[in-house]
């Protein structure tokens, strides 16, 4: 089956850095996507990857290794507006999404 | 109207009744997505469409429907509500759902209670 795995909720302090992690079993491969959602509003995209590594995007990163079924998403110089839910998303072989329940993100002054 | 728009923004429903869920989008997008959203679980598929005239079902299809007469709109319909189907709606839309590059946009989503 297919099966994303995430942090329920993660706690950090503004000014820090913070990384969220991601795990995942899909039937075939096609990039992971990370999505930002505040709450009562909608999804709105981070990133994503398709290849091992690093992308960079100002203060959001986010990493890949296809062979672990591993992603994360590294927030730095952490705001009050970072306070939302991260969703990672990977792409299955069908080119269909397969949504984690995200990681509720709470920033602490 | 600027991206992807849904109407109603919020719904109370009487078990029994029949809705329909509005979903429009500017950007000529092939693909368009429904989701729903419960408290604790991933967004789950209901119904999409790769393009105008075809539709696929998701992962949750029961006790809705959907079409899709034009590239803009892509209605979706619960025939006669049931209680379990409150939750959070989201309609998406991206250029394509063959490529690994397009990013799916959501709409505003509806919240809808059936009682």
Redesign the interface.
């Known amino acids: 089956g297919q099966n994303?795995d995430q942090p329920t909720e993660m706690t950090a302090t503004e000014g820090a850095i913070v990384q969220i992690n991601c795990t995942y079993q899909t039937s075939g491969f096609?990039?992971l996507?990370w999505y930002q959602q505040h709450a009562g509003?909608?999804?709105?995209?981070l990133s994503?990857n398709?290849l091992d590594g690093l992308e960079e995007k100002g203060r959001f990163s986010s990493f890949l290794s296809r062979s672990k079924g591993y992603s994360y998403l590294l927030l730095k110089e952490l705001q009050m507006k970072d306070s939302a839910s991260y969703?990672c998303?990977p792409?299955d072989s069908n080119?269909?999404?397969?949504?984690?329940?995200?990681t509720k993100l709470i920033i602490k002054p | 109207i600027a991206g992807i728009t849904q109407a109603p923004t919020s719904q109370i429903l009487a078990a029994g009744r029949r809705m329909t869920l509005r979903c429009t989008q500017d950007m000529r997008h092939n693909a368009m997505y429904w989701?729903r959203q419960d408290l604790?679980?991933?967004?789950?598929?209901i119904h999409?469409s790769n393009t105008a005239g075809t539709t696929g079902k998701?992962e949750v299809p029961d006790g809705y429907s959907v079409s899709r007469a034009n590239t803009d709109d892509f209605p979706l319909t619960l025939a006669s509500a049931v209680p379990s189907q409150t939750s959070v709606y989201?309609c998406a839309s991206s250029d394509s759902?063959?490529?690994?590059?397009?990013?799916?946009?959501?709409?505003?989503?509806t919240r809808l209670t059936v009682l």
Do not use: K
Request: proline share 4%.
């Open positions: 994303i096609n990039g996507f509003e909608a999804p709105t995209f994503y398709v969703l998303a792409m080119y269909q999404l397969i949504w984690g329940a995200g | 989701y604790g679980l991933g967004l789950r598929l999409y998701g989201f759902s063959s490529t690994e590059t397009d990013t799916q946009y959501f709409g505003p989503g």
